[in-house]
Nanobody, 117 residues
Framework: QVQLVESGGGLVEPGGSLRLSCAAS????????MAWYRQAPGKQRELVAT???????VYADSVKGRFTVSRDNARNTVYLQMNSLKADDTAVYYC???????????WGQGTQVTVSS
């Protein structure tokens, strides 16, 4: 069974940091591009960052310079280091895995990040 499990969300004050993790099972992790998306209430889901198996990354303009995505293929885990957090970073953050070969995608259930003073 395919499963993506996010962790590391929580409440943090503006300017603080959080590190999200997504542990994948049931997929060929090295054959998938991994990504983080986020969605705030009443807003469309947006792509935050992607990382290929080889380590190439793409970031949304809104997070570039503050967030860093990385992956550990040996542990089947992708991370999102979030620094200098702002109130408008508040959202549910979702992990996504997309196969190079088929483009078939899987989603995690999400983890809540709340940035508030």
């Amino acid at each position: 069974q395919v499963q993506l499990v996010e962790s590391g969300g929580g409440l943090v004050e503006p300017g603080g940091s959080l590190r999200l993790s997504c542990a994948a099972s049931g997929i060929r992790f090295s054959m998938n591009t991994m990504a983080w998306y986020r969605q705030a209430p009443g807003k469309q889901r947006e792509l935050v960052a992607t990382i290929t198996s080889g380590g190439s990354t793409v970031y949304a303009d809104s997070v570039k310079g503050r967030f860093t995505v990385s992956r550990d293929n040996a542990r089947n885990t992708v991370y999102l280091q979030m620094n200098s957090l702002k109130a408008d970073d508040t959202a549910v953050y979702y992990c996504n895995a997309r196969s190079f070969l088929t483009q078939f995608a899987h989603w995690g259930q999400g983890t809540q990040v709340t940035v508030s003073s």
